[in-house]
T-cell receptor, first 113, second 114 residues
Framework: EAGVTQFPSHSVIEKGQTVTLRCDPISGHDNLYWYRRVMGKEIKFLLHFVKESKQDESGMPNNRFLAERTGGTYSTLKVQPAELEDSGVYFC???????????FGSGTRLTVV | GQQLNQSPQSMFIQEGEDVSMNCTSSSIFNTWLWYKQEPGEGPVLLIALYKAGELTSNGRLTAQFGITRKDSFLNISASIPSDVGIYFCAGRTLTQGGSEKLVFGKGMKLTVNP
């Protein structure tokens, strides 16, 4: 089966611009998660979807971040406007249910200059 | 918030040597997980531990879930060059919204010299 796919793999944008990251989970996985690793720090939870519903978005840094999951399939994470501190690697993961192992995507490396 | 203290932060070893790393926390976790990340890839699950005191092996990897549920260690025996990467511990916990999330350590970068 295809794994979790993230696009783009790299993005370099200027401060104040908008960037949209996309995640295609494993087919049939209802649970989709976004995590972020800022340079030198640990990987941190951002939010969790169950199908198209946001189950928990307590990890989202601020209202410049907007996540959606259209029809319970792929998900997008938009950063608008981007700030320098948003730079990092954004990971998406999916699982068939809670308490199951997650499969992570390769991540999107976002650099805001 | 919950934090995992992972040590050491990096290790340089010779091929064939064993390596140990551990994670501790002031919080209790019901599940401990160990992941490996290689350059350009996402974290890949190595071992999952579900019960306090559990000792689990996966090939040359052995991990244990501490009795207090606040710590875990991972051992790699007879290291080989392809063991190179960043190893993360993670604890599974409930979020404020009743969901589940993983809390990660900062990772340990392993270098294996042939």
């Amino acid at each position: 089966e295809a794994g979790v796919t993230q696009f783009p793999s790299h993005s370099v944008i200027e401060k104040g611009q908008t960037v949209t990251l996309r995640c295609d989970p494993i087919s049939g996985h209802d649970n989709l998660y976004w995590y972020r690793r800022v340079m030198g720090k640990e990987i941190k939870f951002l939010l969790h979807f169950v199908k198209e519903s946001k189950q928990d978005e307590s990890g989202m840094p601020n209202n410049r971040f907007l996540a959606e999951r259209t029809g319970g399939t792929y998900s997008t994470l938009k950063v608008q406007p981007a700030e320098l501190e948003d730079s990092g690697v954004y990971f998406c993961a999916s699982s068939p249910g809670q308490s199951y192992g997650y499969t992570f995507g390769s991540g999107t490396r976002l650099t805001v200059v | 918030g919950q934090q995992l203290n992972q040590s050491p932060q990096s290790m340089f070893i010779q091929e064939g040597e064993d390596v140990s790393m551990n994670c501790t926390s002031s919080s209790i976790f019901n599940t401990w997980l160990w992941y490996k990340q290689e350059p350009g890839e996402g974290p890949v699950l190595l071992i999952a531990l579900y019960k306090a005191g559990e000792l689990t092996s996966n090939g040359r990897l052995t991990a244990q879930f501490g009795i207090t549920r606040k710590d875990s260690f991972l051992n790699i025996s007879a290291s080989i060059p392809s063991d190179v990467g960043i190893y993360f511990c993670a604890g599974r916990t409930l979020t404020q919204g009743g969901s589940e999330k993983l809390v990660f350590g900062k990772g340990m970068k392993l270098t294996v010299n042939p």
